[in-house]
């Protein structure tokens, strides 16, 4: 009889240990994975803009970065797309938006009408004396305006008609930040120049020409780690810009490309870029992060 109460309890031993093992292996299978969610968001933009925007809300920003409760400058926004992804991939966070053209900014207001923490200012952020700087812009919405002594590198023959004056928020007057985005056409390295960096975490920017890459990757080395870099050849874009042309001309062209025959109305892009390059720099503060990075 003691015998059969000894396996008993040596088989009740062994099970307590085996779900004990189970359970184990079921912990350890448990652990904090990175996955991608897909919303969809309404939006009011021109159709010209489609895929720039699409790139934006499926993450042509992210940097692999979490964090909330931060504060952001989206410098250049344009009609929101950044405002919109930034709102969802970082939390409670307080983003200010900043966009010059005054058509597009009513656009940016009506994106953002529902999203109390984002406040949008209908300004240029620029490291000026003036009060007004002269602004082009092709269209409203358009992704392609910046301020005109910058937008003569890109184009020839500015129209006069879609020069105007806007007003002019000084880099010293942004307030402190954790996020910096900055899309304005060329003039990123000016106002990086001209900002208190001290606290910002992570940077994302676009650049249009080497010179302002190279600029501004000097500007940043001291204080700021490289942690991505992306180059894309001007001569692509101004290629496919002939390609369309050519297909106006003989009438074959694709439907799906339409938006570029309104584009071509406007003055096309300099020969001389056809050796440039454009594309993305994100940088992280080396001194100090208060956002998190998954493995």
Not at 79 to 85: E, L, N, P, Q, R
Not at 102 to 117: G, I, S, V, Y
Not at 125 to 152: C, H, I, T
Request: charged content about 25%.
């Amino acid at each position: 009889m003691e015998s059969i109460l000894q396996k008993n309890e040596q088989a009740q031993e062994e099970k307590v240990q085996i779900n004990n093992k189970i359970q184990l292996l079921a912990m350890e299978n448990i652990k904090t994975r990175v996955l991608t969610a897909s919303v969809p968001v309404f939006l009011n933009f021109p159709h010209e803009m489609s895929g720039a925007i699409n790139e934006v809300l499926e993450g042509e920003y992210e940097s692999g970065y979490f964090g909330e409760n931060l504060t952001i400058l989206d410098i250049g926004a344009n009609i929101g797309s950044f405002a919109v992804w930034a709102n969802m991939r970082w939390p409670k966070s307080k983003i200010y938006a900043f966009e010059p053209h005054p058509e597009t900014f009513q656009l940016l207001t009506k994106n953002l009408e529902n999203l109390d923490n984002i406040i949008c200012h209908n300004v240029a952020v620029y490291p000026s004396n003036k009060q007004k700087e002269p602004f082009y812009a092709r269209f409203a919405g358009d992704g392609e305006s910046g301020l005109v002594a910058y937008m003569n590198k890109a184009f020839d023959n500015l129209s006069e008609n879609n020069i105007i004056e806007v007003p002019v928020f000084h880099t010293h007057k942004l307030p402190q930040a954790d996020i910096v985005k900055i899309d304005t056409e060329g003039a990123e390295f000016q106002i990086l120049s001209n900002m208190n960096l001290s606290e910002v975490s992570l940077i994302l920017l676009e650049y249009h020409y080497v010179q302002d890459r190279d600029n501004i990757k000097n500007l940043l080395r001291e204080n700021f780690v490289l942690e991505k870099e992306e180059n894309f050849e001007w001569s692509e874009l101004l290629q496919e810009c002939q390609d369309v042309l050519e297909d106006i001309h003989s009438g074959d062209l694709d439907v799906d490309k339409w938006e570029f025959k309104r584009l071509l109305q406007y003055p096309t892009y300099k020969e001389s870029l056809s050796s440039d390059y454009y594309g993305r720099l994100f940088f992280t503060n080396k001194r100090m992060n208060k956002l998190r990075k998954y493995p």
